[in-house]
């Protein structure tokens, strides 16, 4: 992610990528979210999971920008501490180990938590002030990136990366196999 963007580029582009993942949602339907399979053993539930998640993580580090402080795991990770294995884990593993914690989790639950992170994370970028936005090293706790580029890979392009695999299992099933 080297070149930078302008506030209302990225705003278009969170809106734009934003209908083409919910008009692909809405092409698998609430009836097939749960069929597994989509890629290895996970759902569209599960990735819709996994990307709040990170939508989640994202909308943190906005959030700290207002706030002057660094993002805690609460604000990250949905968790008041993450526990001390998850330390030293790799990002797949980090996915599985989220995986298994929202795996129980209610589709309607889901569906609304990514809508409403989706919204609050739109909600304060629009309030941000564009050097908030654009300048690499702002803040401390960026490891030297700019926060666009935090939003950018938890939102559009990992709406994107999920949306092939899904685009993928629906070219794939029958229509026997889907409601």
Avoid: C
């Avoid at 654009?134 to 939003?151: F, H, K, N, S, T």
């Amino acid at each position: 992610m080297s070149q930078s963007l302008t506030k209302n580029q990225l705003l278009g582009l969170l809106t734009t990528e934003r209908e083409q993942w919910d008009a692909q949602l809405a092409q698998v339907g609430e009836a097939n979210m749960t069929t597994p399979g989509v890629v290895g053993d996970w759902s569209v539930k599960d990735i819709i999971a996994h990307v709040a998640f990170w939508e989640r993580y994202a909308a943190a580090f906005v959030r700290a920008a207002f706030t002057g402080r660094p993002p805690t795991d609460e604000e990250r990770y949905g968790v008041a501490e993450l526990p001390a294995e998850t330390q030293a884990m790799e990002v797949d593993q980090f996915n599985d180990w989220t995986f298994q914690r929202q795996r129980q989790r209610p589709l309607p639950e889901i569906l609304t938590e990514d809508q409403t992170i989706y919204r609050d994370l739109y909600t304060m970028l629009r309030g941000l002030r564009e050097p908030d936005l654009l300048v690499e090293g702002r803040y401390d706790w960026a490891q030297g990136r700019a926060l666009w580029e935090y939003v950018a890979g938890n939102t559009y392009e990992h709406w994107a990366e999920h949306g092939q695999s899904i685009h993928a299992w629906l070219a794939a099933a029958t229509t026997e196999q889907l409601a």
